[in-house]
C-alpha cells in the first residue's frame, strides 16, 4: 500500500513539473522544469524515509495524505507556458486529461 501511494505521488510529480515542449538536442525537461521536478522527488523520498518508521496505525493516515497530495498534483495544477509578450498560455491541458 505504501509502494503504491509512494508510485502515484512519483508519477504525479512527473505529469506536474515536466517540460511540454523540449528544445531541439536538449532533454526533453528545461532547467527550470528539471530542478522543480528534481525537488519534488527528493522531497517525496525524504518524506517516505521520515516515515518508514510508523506503526502500521499511523502509517495509514500517512499513506492516504501522500494519496490525497498526488491527486492535488495531477488535477489542480496547470501546465502551460507564456508564449512572447502576449498574455496567453499555451499547452493548457483539458480538465479530462489533467484527471487521468
Not at 512519483?10 to 511540454?20: D, L, P, S
Not at 496547470?78 to 486529461?97: D, F, L
Request: glycine share 4%; with cysteine.
Amino acid at each position: 500500500m505504501a509502494l503504491q501511494a509512494y508510485r502515484h505521488l512519483m508519477r504525479a510529480a512527473e505529469i506536474a513539473f515536466k517540460g511540454k515542449s523540449p528544445p531541439p538536442r536538449v532533454s526533453r525537461l528545461s532547467c527550470s522544469d528539471f530542478r522543480m521536478l528534481d525537488a519534488a522527488r527528493s522531497q517525496i523520498r525524504h518524506g517516505f524515509r521520515e516515515k518508514a518508521v510508523l506503526a502500521s496505525s499511523d502509517a495509514q493516515p500517512a499513506i492516504q495524505r501522500a494519496e490525497e497530495v498526488a491527486t492535488f498534483l495531477k488535477a489542480n495544477l496547470v501546465q502551460g507556458r507564456k508564449e512572447g509578450e502576449n498574455s496567453k498560455y499555451t499547452n493548457i491541458p483539458s480538465a479530462a486529461t489533467m484527471i487521468q
